[in-house]
């Protein structure tokens, strides 16, 4: 099994700097996509940034230019640097990570989907 583990969250004052850390464990092929999600209170769950196998980034408008999603060379491991945090940023964040499994013996394959538990991220005015 997949368990996605958050860290690096925390308060932090607005202006200020955090980095999300997202590690994998019990991964046995590469991610797919890997990103991190954010859920405000009161919110839905929205995507932050995604960065695929081949590198290719993705960011949520409200963060472009302020935070820079990246991965370890591992490929198992997955950061959020927050820069220039504001108070709308506070939320949980959320890792997510994607593969592709095969599924049975003819080869079917199936698109898997893993969340980790969160960490919370919270900017004060």
């Known amino acids: 099994q997949v368990q996605l583990v958050e860290s690096g969250g925390g308060l932090v004052q607005a202006g200020g700097s955090l980095r999300l850390s997202c590690a994998a464990a019990g991964s046995t092929s590469s991610f797919t996509v890997m990103g991190w999600y954010r859920q405000a209170p009161g919110k839905q769950r929205e995507e932050v940034a995604s960065?695929?196998?081949?590198?290719?980034?993705d960011y949520a408008d409200s963060v472009k230019g302020r935070f820079t999603i990246s991965r370890g060379n591992a490929k198992n491991t997955v950061y959020l640097q927050m820069n220039s945090l504001k108070p709308e940023d506070t939320a949980v964040y959320y890792c997510?990570?994607?593969?592709?499994?095969?599924?049975?013996?003819?080869?079917?394959?199936?698109?898997?989907?893993?969340w980790g538990k969160g960490t919370l991220v919270t900017v004060s005015s």
């Open positions: 997510n990570a994607e593969r592709t499994v095969v599924v049975n013996v003819e080869g079917a394959t199936r698109n898997m989907e893993y």
């Open positions: 960065i695929t196998s081949g590198d290719t980034t």
